[in-house]
């Protein structure tokens, strides 16, 4: 069997940067060097794209010039040539790519933008495709849609921040009256606990609506799950999905906040989480329906906020592209079920070349068989 060549993506412009660099560089390490060539592909913090074996190490270094193992290159849109054109100092050259894995958190890689690029390019990636990404990675439209659903999400509102710029105490007499406290405030569209707060009175709803609000064009509010424990649970599949056990995570922190999740570096995972057998399949059931909802593809890890004051259990986020070292929680969960880290990964590059397929065999145009329409012919 010829070996595929795997573009595997990294680094990006959003703040997930350097989490992105440590999971791609265990994915390359995991993938069968006799079933595939890897290609790496760093995106850097002003989003100029670089490959060669120098990509890693440039990135990480993230200053100075470009070493001679590391060049430009690009990904054109243009579907009959599926291939990354890499540029030296006489020319270009072309790489063809069989399938695309992007290792991009957050914006600009986990936010449906990557995936635009790939579905013009004609490539197969890993993940979820254009609208779960988008919708994934928002979290207004990510609640309604489960709301929608008959999911548990916790009750929530939304404003616009240019509003909230204007009337800030007006909205937080509002959200009180609707929400009580205490609350959680969200800018939508970042990740890492970006942004978020908790407030316990008007004060700090104030402060946190105006804070959260310097980072997205619209706010989330959320009534907080008193007492919430972590329970995350993987999914991997494309129409068909399985969610693995679930895992717990221990913040080191009040919350899992940006320190707790990569500063501290002191919040434990359980796995499996301690939990009756008949929550977690609930839990596992809930998984695979939010999936579903959002029409996520390949992967997604489904985050669960649950209750010790009173055990209601509620679907926190849903993360398309997830940590992924080979520490991380998505695939320690699949590992624990016997799927491990390097199986993983030739199953996630299955399910893009399984959809790509499929999409590719849709009609692509369509020729009336009358020409009642042609008002001018
Ligand atoms: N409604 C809530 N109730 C209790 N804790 C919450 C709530 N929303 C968020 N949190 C806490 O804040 C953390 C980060 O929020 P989350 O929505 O997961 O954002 P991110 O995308 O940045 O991970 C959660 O892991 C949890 O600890
Ligand atoms: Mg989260």
């Not at 990006?12 to 890897?38: N, Q, Y």
């Not at 440039?58 to 599926?82: I, K, Q, V």
């Not at 105490?169 to 969200?186: D, S, T």
């Not at 020729?367 to 042609?374: F, M, S």
Request: hydrophobic share 40%; charged share 25%.
């Amino acid at each position: 069997m010829k070996p595929k060549t795997i573009a595997v993506l990294f680094g990006g412009r959003s703040g997930e940067h350097e989490v992105s660099l440590v999971s791609a560089e265990s994915v390359m390490k995991a993938l069968d060097p006799t079933r595939h060539t890897v290609v790496p592909v760093g995106v850097d913090k002003e989003g100029r794209w670089w490959t060669g074996p120098g990509a890693m190490a440039y990135l990480r270094r993230g200053e100075g010039e470009a070493p001679a193992d590391c060049r430009p290159c690009l990904l054109p849109p243009d579907p009959t040539r599926r291939s990354l054109i890499v540029f030296s100092d006489d020319g270009s050259e072309e790489i063809p790519i069989d399938v695309v894995f992007p290792v991009i958190h957050g914006t600009f890689g986990e936010d449906g933008t990557m995936q635009g690029l790939f579905e013009l390019a004609d490539l197969p990636y890993v993940g979820a495709g254009v609208a779960g990404s988008a919708v994934a990675m928002d979290k207004v439209l990510q609640k309604r849609l489960h709301r929608d659903a008959g999911l548990p999400v916790p009750a929530f509102l939304h404003y616009y921040s240019t509003a909230i710029r204007e009337r800030a105490e007006e909205i937080a007499a509002e959200v009180e009256a609707a929400l009580g406290m205490p609350l959680f405030i969200k800018p939508p569209n970042l990740g890492s606990s970006v942004g978020i707060s908790k407030a316990r009175n008007r004060e700090e709803l104030v402060a946190a609506l105006r804070h959260a609000a310097l980072f997205d064009r619209k706010v989330l509010v959320e009534r907080a799950v008193p007492e919430a424990r972590e329970i995350e649970v993987a999914v991997l599949g494309n129409q068909d999905p399985v969610a693995s056990i679930p895992g717990e995570v221990v913040p080191s922190n009040d919350f899992y906040d940006y320190d707790a999740k990569y500063v501290d570096n002191a919040s434990a995972l359980h796995i499996p989480a301690d939990l009756p057998d008949a929550l977690a399949d609930r839990v596992r059931a809930l998984a695979v329906k939010a999936f579903r909802t959002l029409d996520c593809e390949g992967m997604a890890r489904v985050d669960f906020l649950l209750s010790r004051v009173d055990g209601s259990l509620f679907i926190n986020e849903i993360n398309t592209i997830p940590g992924f070292t080979s520490i991380s929680m998505y695939p320690k969960l699949f590992a624990a079920v016997g799927i491990p880290y390097a199986e993983l990964l030739e199953r996630l590059i299955a399910l893009a070349e399984r959809r790509h397929a499929e999409q590719r065999a849709l009609l692509r145009s369509y020729t009336p068989k009358t020409d009642w329409h042609r008002r001018d012919g």
